[in-house]
């Protein structure tokens, strides 16, 4: 009980350690643990769209894939020409003697492997959920999704494994965040503002 107290204080950590981008952008990014939350979301509808893969797996897979960061830390495009992180050491560590130990480290290896459609589902969720908070800048004014385009063209044209995360990538610059609560049901279109 100890051990598995021990890791939900850690997995709960994660929202303290900051994404590498913020420092490129100068802007507020999505924490580690906000990271984790779309890239879950993401994985799924990318599944449900190619419909394939097994449903818990991928969101196992998606809860496990970065939480090393709690111990590594997030690093960079640039930084990983620098730092050599012991991510397995890591993993190892926080599941150590945790009743999740077993499971976890199968589905992380799974992941870090990259063969199975899970894996290769959430991969593209992991690459992709930048390029979500990006479009969510530039609605705000920001150029960083933009001065970016080539680079991330790049992600999507030699990193992605599936048809569903090429079209949502290609479907972006389109897409407006806001449509969300513009179009869906508000006060505005069937409330007491509706005339």
Known sequence: MERDMQFLFEVSALRNIRRHWSRFLNIDFDN?????????????????????????????????????????GDVDYISRQYVERE????????LKNTVLEKEFLEVWREYEERESIEAKIVKDADNLEID??????????????KDLGKHRKYIRDTKFYTKTAKDLFDALP????????RKGRNRVNA???KK
Request: aromatic fraction near 8%; avoid cysteine; proline fraction near 3%.
């Open 132 to 145: 979500f908070e990006l479009r969510e800048l530039a609605a705000k004014g920001n150029p960083s999704y």
């Open 32 to 72: 580690v643990a906000e990271h984790h939350f779309r890239v879950l979301w993401t994985a799924l509808v990318i599944a449900g769209r190619e419909k394939k893969g097994d449903t818990a797996k991928i969101i196992k897979m998606a809860l496990v894939h970065d939480i090393t960061e709690s111990r590594t």
């Open 174 to 181: 389109k897409s407006n965040p806001h449509d969300w609560h």
């Open 191 to 193: 409330g007491d503002w």
């Open 87 to 94: 991510e397995e050491l890591a993993i190892r560590d926080i």
